[in-house]
């Protein structure tokens, strides 16, 4: 068993967030799972201000970026210890995974929302990678979906071509955009 200890502080004036400091520590002092699950939901609120803080004319991106980035790699921190917590001890209870499973899914949509907000169609996807997980997004104008792959490189994720707009009942007007979200956990049972 071991502790995991999360420690987070966010700097947010009304209009951005200066400052994300996250990092983790493995002892072997306490039960996991308990932690793991106030973790889990420490970071979805703590992603939900990022939602709160987002306003154009302010907006600056790189902080935005910096910040998605730190809590992204309290995620994947999270969810690997979790893994490792099961793979030791399969007592755990099926709610407390329910819990912390549900809680970084909503962490990893809050922080795809965030880098979303502003984001121009056809602009890069931004792709997060940590040891443990991955995260893509990306907005496109309607009239460039069809037949555009979506392939996260230096990655071993699954790449896809999308459909045409027309088969995914996507009117294709001009001014119409399409949110493209992905993650995946890098990591297996194994650990």
Known sequence: MGLLTLQYSVKASMTHVSSVTCS???LKLLPLFPLQ???S??????????LTVNTEDSRDDQKLKDAANYLFNA?????????????VNTSVPEAEQSSVSHQLLNTVENLQSALLFGKEPDDEPMVITTHSATMYINRLQTESLDGTAINI???????????????????????????????KQLLSDSI
């Open 24 to 26: 983790t520590k493995t």
């Open 37 to 39: 699950v106030e973790a």
């Open 41 to 50: 939901n420490t970071l979805k609120d703590v992603s939900a201000s990022l």
């Open 75 to 87: 995620v994947s921190n999270v969810l690997q210890a979790s893994v490792q917590t099961r793979a």
């Open 153 to 183: 490189s230096n990655s071993s994720s699954a790449s896809f071509v999308l459909p045409t707009a027309s088969s995914l009942s996507v009117s294709g007007i001009d001014d119409e955009t399409v949110d493209i979200r992905a993650s």
